[in-house]
């Protein structure tokens, strides 16, 4: 369940006060421990002990050793099965909480109160966690979801401008896979902050609920999120392999970008959809210099996608703009064009 806090987190106390959890855990990064911590802690009441996990900021942090120091404080901690561990920060906190908790002693219940734009609208949502592996987003990862989750939009007032751009991104895939209404409301805002996204957020966590909802295991239509991911997948991982990692909105810009014209190539949306698609990204975000990676270094990432079968690449491609189609097989050729399209 997904709660909107009021200015006292009334709900957050009331939900705390109803479960009988042993101790509390708050997850925070070294960003959300100075912006946000503070406002929870002033807000939060609570009879129960707790103890705050920070780790560094940033996605070089979502991986296997991170969660192992985890898991080992929690074990010097004493947390039992009836601990609650609070998320409070970005997508790697939300994913890597997640996970701590799913995995801790078979797990543990957790909640997530997202912090930046994309953890509201998307990685708070849905129940996927995980961690990456050798540069592979993502590779490891249980499905589990949270016992609640708690928003507060004004935490997006010191979210920097970069964070809440790269937010806004899935923001827009919610609309070009959904609701048209929703990306033409969206494709209105010309100065991207806070107070102008506020509004819109409720319509996008409802998307990505609704398909979650619909598809938890993601067998068919929850894939439709997965558009734009698939090649901005692909370039994200490469840009932190070569130790210049991009933001994961960025990159899903990017690769909505080259899949909106791939679905063009492929006979599914027009040219027309295609254009006003890419030139309305293009707005928002800046042109990502790929030209350090060959044809061949994002293919073969291409061929090791989860959403992959019968070592086939899987697109999920708009059929419009507010619909999409999943498991759709490209030719090699067209997705080399649209690599090439978007070097361009
Ligand atoms: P993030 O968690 O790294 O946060 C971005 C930056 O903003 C960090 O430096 C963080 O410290 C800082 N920050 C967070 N809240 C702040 C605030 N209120 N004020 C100031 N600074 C703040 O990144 P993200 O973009 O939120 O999430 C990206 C991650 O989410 C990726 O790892 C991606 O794979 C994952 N993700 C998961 C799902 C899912 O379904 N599980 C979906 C989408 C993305
Ligand atoms: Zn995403």
């Not at 004493?78 to 078979?106: E, H, P, W």
């Not at 961690?131 to 979210?159: C, R, S, W």
Request: contains cysteine; negative net charge.
């Amino acid at each position: 369940m997904i709660t909107i806090l009021n200015d006292d987190f009334s709900q957050l106390n009331t939900f705390l006060h109803e479960k009988s959890f042993s101790k509390i855990f708050i997850l925070v990064d070294e960003n959300t421990h100075e912006y946000c911590l503070p406002v929870l802690l002033g807000n939060m009441e609570t009879d129960l002990g707790f103890e705050i996990l920070e780790i560094e900021a940033g996605e070089e942090m979502k991986n296997i050793q991170t969660a192992n120091q985890l898991w080992e404080i929690l074990t010097e901690m004493q947390a039992d099965r009836k601990a609650l561990v609070i998320n409070l920060g970005g997508g790697v906190i939300t994913d890597m909480g997640g996970f701590i908790s799913s995995t801790y002693k078979r797990g543990v219940q957790f909640i997530n109160i997202p912090t930046t734009l994309l953890s509201m609208c998307d990685a708070s949502i849905g129940g996927k966690t995980g961690i990456d592996l050798m540069n592979y987003k993502n590779m490891v990862g249980t499905f589990a979801f949270p016992e609640q989750i708690f928003i507060y939009p004004k935490f997006l007032e010191t979210l920097p401008f970069k964070e809440l751009r790269s937010g806004f991104a899935e923001m827009l895939k919610h609309g070009l896979i959904a609701d048209k209404a929703h990306w033409e409301s969206l494709i209105q805002i010309h100065k991207l902050d806070a107070e102008t996204i506020v509004p819109h957020i409720q319509t996008s966590m409802d998307i990505k609920q609704h398909v979650v909802e619909k598809d938890f295991h993601e067998k068919d239509i929850r894939k439709t999120l997965n558009f734009g991911h698939t090649i901005g997948h692909s370039v994200e991982s490469l840009c932190l392999s070569q130790g210049n990692p991009i933001l994961h909105g960025e990159a899903v810009a990017m690769g909505m970008i080259c899949e909106a014209h791939l679905a063009y190539l492929e006979g599914l949306i027009t040219q027309q959809d295609a254009e006003t698609i890419v030139e309305n990204l293009q707005r928002y975000y800046p042109y990502l210099d790929i030209s350090d990676f060959t044809d061949e270094s994002i293919t073969a990432l291409l061929l090791n996608d989860k959403k992959n079968t019968n070592s086939k690449i899987n697109f999920s491609l708009l059929s419009g703009i507010g619909s999409c189609t999943y498991d759709h097989q490209c030719s090699q050729e067209n997705i080399l064009k649209s690599l090439a399209f978007y070097r361009k």
